[in-house]
Nanobody
């Protein structure tokens, strides 16, 4: 019943910023935590950031702490990932995910719904 659509990816230079958006839709009335994951060619999909339903608690991978910020506006059914000081190592396909529970988690196995992904490419 849940559908996720990401947007906001693109090609930027190192040091630039991007904001990714994920719009959640469907007839479900459930609360859920939200997360962002990314996958580079030849690499495993990895955790980036997560946020609980209330927005009061967030989680970040060590590689993005201090540079990325996850937020949500529930009335708009949207979660964001603000990415500052981008590095070439951030180049990947970024996925939005929902876990059908309000608590928030860093574990990929806990997520139930996934978007199609949006590409972020950072040049040197």
């Amino acid at each position: 019943q849940v559908q996720l659509v990401e947007s906001g990816g693109g090609l930027v230079q190192a040091g630039d910023a991007l904001r990714l958006s994920c719009v959640v839709s469907g007839p479900s009335l459930s609360n859920y935590g939200m997360g962002w994951f990314r996958q580079a060619p030849g690499k495993e999909r990895e955790f980036v950031a997560a946020i609980v339903w209330s927005g009061m608690r967030t989680y970040y991978a060590d590689s993005v702490k201090g540079r990325f910020t996850i937020s949500r506006v529930n009335v708009k059914n949207t979660v964001y990932l603000q990415m500052n000081s981008l590095k070439p190592e951030d180049t990947a396909l970024y996925y939005c995910a929902a876990d059908q529970a309000p608590y928030g988690t860093t574990r990929e196995v806990d997520y139930d719904y996934w978007g199609q992904g949006t590409q972020v490419t950072v040049s040197s």
